[in-house]
Nanobody, 122 residues
Framework: QVQLVESGGGLVQAGGSLRLSCAAS????????MNWFRQAPGKEREFVAA????????NYADSVKGRFTLSRDYAKKMVYLQMNSLKPEDTAVYYC???????????????WGQGTQVTVSS
């Protein structure tokens, strides 16, 4: 089993920044990719970014490229999503997930966190 706990969400003005954290615990999962998804009210859950524990290869959704940066600290089992230049359309619940896909395939995610709310005011 893998447990994921997100933190760092909150309310921020447009143009501001937030850093989300995902703490992972449980069995070894070095071959997994750590993903961030988000879900706005009335919308489907969508891929945001992903990173492999080993090697650190990243992948970003076009909507966040150049604004969001994903990093990981394998020793601490922590994943960080630095979000800059936030826009009102970034408002959503952000979820951390662990799975075998680096390209945001929902069905390939095996473990999910509870989510953290990010609200960007205009």
């Amino acid at each position: 089993q893998v447990q994921l706990v997100e933190s760092g969400g909150g309310l921020v003005q447009a143009g501001g920044s937030l850093r989300l954290s995902c703490a992972a615990s449980g069995r070894t999962f070095s071959n997994y990719a750590m993903n961030w998804f988000r879900q706005a009210p009335g919308k489907e859950r969508e891929f945001v970014a992903a990173i492999r524990w080993i090697g650190g290869t990243t992948n970003y959704a076009d909507s966040v490229k150049g604004r969001f940066t994903l990093s990981r600290d394998y020793a601490k089992k922590m994943v960080y999503l630095q979000m800059n230049s936030l826009k009102p359309e970034d408002t959503a619940v952000y979820y951390c997930a662990a799975g075998t896909s680096l390209i945001g395939v929902l069905s390939k995610q095996e473990y999910w966190g509870q989510g953290t709310q990010v609200t960007v005011s205009s």
